[in-house]
T-cell receptor, first 119, second 110 residues
Framework: GAVVSQHPSRVICKSGTSVKIECRSLDFQATTMFWYRQFPKQSLMLMATSNEGSKATYEQGVEKDKFLINHASLTLSTLTVTSAHPEDSSFYIC???????????????FGPGTRLLVL | GQNIDQPTEMTATEGAIVQINCTYQTSGFNGLFWYQQHAGEAPTFLSYNVLDGLEEKGRFSSFLSRSKGYSYLLLKELQMKDSASYLCAVTLGGANNLFFGTGTRLTVIP
């Protein structure tokens, strides 16, 4: 099956700093990548959808100037949390979708997630 | 907005059967997914339903009723490793974005 990686897996930073999270599709070209946020004991909340070479589409309530998304190539998308604050501490998960595959289960492949702690 | 509801927590005994329900009220509907997520890990795909009826896959089965906006995931012969969160997610017409339900945390006890 397709593999999606995320880096780093865990990051601790000081309040006010920026953090960049990378999401890579390792063995397929991801035409679309999705970024989710998950707070403890809660479900995944879609933050934004990005298509290669175009601007990301943000969900309602997500600040696009705070969460910068870049999808510069078909295998890499980055999420930058700018001026991070303790309330941004969360589990960030990306997923990637390639061109239509042979089975519907290939809708999205999830990365392993990045746990962000802002002190 | 989209409403996708699941029970928050469930407990079941090893070897038993458990049914996790999901109800949805969404603007448009394409299909419904079930994912399993262990703490601190990414979700893994379990099943997909687009037509009414039951889809069976080993110990796991998933049911969908489009007219009722209702689905359930049935887990048989529960094992301790089945302790996890179970997320239902829907895709809406015209797009393949996943909208997740609240998730159900299942605890399997001996």
């Amino acid at each position: 099956g397709a593999v999606v990686s995320q880096h780093p897996s865990r990051v601790i930073c000081k309040s006010g700093t920026s953090v960049k999270i990378e999401c890579r599709s390792l063995d397929f070209q991801a035409t679309t990548m999705f970024w989710y946020r998950q707070f403890p004991k809660q479900s995944l909340m879609l933050m934004a959808t990005s298509n290669e070479g175009s601007k990301a589409t943000y969900e309602q309530g997500v600040e696009k100037d705070k969460f910068l998304i870049n999808h510069a190539s078909l295998t890499l998308s980055t999420l930058t949390v700018t001026s991070a604050h303790p309330e941004d501490s969360s589990f960030y998960i990306c997923s990637a979708r390639g061109r239509e595959g042979p089975s519907v289960e290939e809708t999205q492949y999830f990365g392993p997630g990045t746990r962000l702690l802002v002190l | 907005g989209q409403n996708i509801d699941q029970p928050t927590e469930m407990t079941a005994t090893e070897g038993a059967i458990v049914q996790i329900n999901c109800t949805y009220q969404t603007s448009g509907f394409n299909g419904l997914f079930w994912y399993q997520q262990h703490a601190g890990e990414a979700p893994t795909f379990l099943s997909y339903n687009v037509l009414d009826g039951l889809e069976e896959k080993g110990r796991f089965s998933s049911f969908l009723s489009r007219s009722k906006g209702y689905s359930y995931l049935l887990l048989k012969e529960l094992q301790m490793k089945d302790s996890a969160s179970y997320l239902c997610a829907v895709t809406l017409g015209g797009a393949n974005n996943l909208f997740f339900g609240t998730g159900t945390r299942l605890t399997v006890i001996p």
